[in-house]
């Protein structure tokens, strides 16, 4: 329908639960890496990584997010990605798929050991390095809204005292304000203030409910 908005475009992650054969750790790691790197050459890549239950664990999570679902469904029904599979299926077996959406990115990951990612910019040099501690799933929602709000009001309260020496922002159109306002603060929410307050919360964030 004409005049009809777009829907909004929200990031995808996915989390994918493998059992691989122990006796085939070393072709296993190639072929996970061989996966980021294939992933990484799709538009909407917005990064990947694999992640190991433990040293001596079959357990394994590979973990790729996109732009929106289109782009994602764009990888995943791709034949490139149809082949990587098949490459793996005598090592590897599927156990669980979860995809995930909006806010729960900043809070939640897999429990591991040992972690490798790779940076959509630089597909090729992937960052090692050992999780001293298990990583907790999701915090309860509520946790995760007062998380939010805590980074918002402050820095919401501040935009608004800076506007406010804008010369005639005041006697701007309610919906002018408003949108000069997110506009501003959407990215620097989501580039500076709600990681920065996710890591001073963390401790709380992984107590119990």
Not at 41 to 61: I, K, N, T
Not at 161 to 181: D, K, N, Q, Y
């Amino acid at each position: 329908m004409d005049g009809m908005a777009e829907p909004v475009a929200h990031p995808i992650t996915v989390a994918i639960e493998r059992r691989i054969d122990p006796s085939r750790t070393v072709e296993a790691t190639s072929w996970m890496q061989a996966g980021t790197d294939l992933a990484a050459g799709f538009a909407g890549f917005l990064g990947s990584g694999w992640v190991r239950a433990g040293e001596g664990s079959d357990l394994w999570y590979m973990l790729y997010r996109f732009r929106d679902i289109p782009t994602l469904e764009a990888w995943e029904d791709s034949p490139q990605r149809s082949w990587w599979l098949d490459s793996g299926r005598a090592f590897a077996s599927e156990v669980r798929v979860e995809r995930r959406t909006g806010i729960e990115g900043w809070f939640d990951a897999p429990f591991a050991t040992h972690v490798e990612s790779r940076h959509p910019d630089h597909p090729t040099s992937p960052v090692t390095g050992p999780v001293q501690q298990p990583i907790p799933a999701a915090p309860p929602r509520w946790k995760q809204a007062v998380t939010i709000w805590l980074g918002f009001f402050p820095t919401n309260l501040l935009a608004s005292w800076l506007l406010g020496f804008v010369p005639g922002f005041a006697e701007w159109p309610l919906i002018a304000r408003v949108l000069l306002s997110t506009a501003l603060l959407t990215p620097v929410m989501t580039y500076a203030v709600l990681p920065w307050v996710t890591r001073m919360l963390r401790p709380w964030l992984q107590r119990g409910a």
